[in-house]
């Protein structure tokens, strides 16, 4: 297996604009999460899924952000409309129960 | 809440050195914890796993215990070397959902 597959690794746009970040877990895994990174907060969940259900997004920023997995092999992450303080490396991460996470590469957001 | 905390936060050894990372958890009712390691500019790496049923893992030179009871975990690092150098961040689980400690950034000098 590849692993866990994000794209775009690289996005810079401009505040106002939507935002579209992709995520294709480890085949085989039932849960699927979402994390951002930055300096002043480290890793935080944004949103995980278990067997494409969503399980618990309480902490989803704010109505800006969306998060979808309509099959087992796919999963989106929206900002809409992106602002400068969205700027982060967004990961995606996928497991099965009580076993190891497998992280993917991130995407590096920037809005300007 | 699940609060994890690392320490030290930064920690600078010559190679050669053995070294212990230190991660604690407020709440002991975890599955498993999880250590990883993260180059800069790089996705997370998973080290060490350790079921909240074990008391350790090994893996090379690394060892990571766990002691559920008093909310720690420590990874020990023999014979450091200077591709060891990295962020070490441990997480647990504790309900399919990982928190993250803020990490350790380790320098591993020649």
């Known amino acids: 297996d590849a692993g866990v597959i994000q794209s775009p690794r690289h996005e810079v746009t401009e505040m106002g604009q939507e935002v579209t970040l992709r995520c294709k877990p480890i085949?085989?895994?039932?849960?699927l999460f979402w994390y951002r990174q930055t300096m002043m907060r480290g890793l935080e969940l944004l949103i995980y899924?278990?067997?494409?259900?969503?399980?618990?997004d309480s902490g989803m920023p704010e109505d800006r952000f969306s998060a979808k997995m309509p099959n087992a092999s796919f999963s989106t992450l929206k900002i809409q409309p992106s602002e400068p303080r969205d700027s982060a490396v967004y990961f995606c991460?996928?497991?099965?129960?009580?076993?190891?996470?497998?992280f993917g590469q991130g995407t590096r957001l920037t809005v300007v | 809440k699940q609060e994890v905390t690392q320490i030290p936060a930064a920690l600078s050894v010559p190679e050669g050195e053995n070294l212990v990372l230190n991660c604690s958890f407020t709440?002991?009712?975890?599955?498993?914890l999880q250590w990883f390691r993260q180059d800069p500019g790089k996705g997370l790496t998973s080290l060490l796993l350790?079921?909240?049923?074990?008391r350790e893992q090994t893996s090379g030179r690394l060892n990571a215990s766990l002691d559920k009871s008093s909310g720690r975990s420590t990874l020990y690092i023999a014979a450091s070397q200077p591709g060891d150098s990295a962020t070490y961040l441990c997480?647990?689980?504790?309900?399919?959902?990982?928190?993250f400690g803020g990490g350790t950034r380790l320098m591993v000098k020649p």
């Open positions: 991460a996928s497991s099965n129960r009580d076993t190891e996470a497998f």
């Open positions: 085949s085989g895994h039932n849960s």
């Open positions: 899924f278990n067997n494409n259900v969503p399980i618990d």
């Open positions: 709440d002991s009712a975890i599955y498993n």
């Open positions: 350790i079921q909240s049923s074990q």
């Open positions: 997480a647990v689980d504790a309900g399919n959902m990982l928190t």
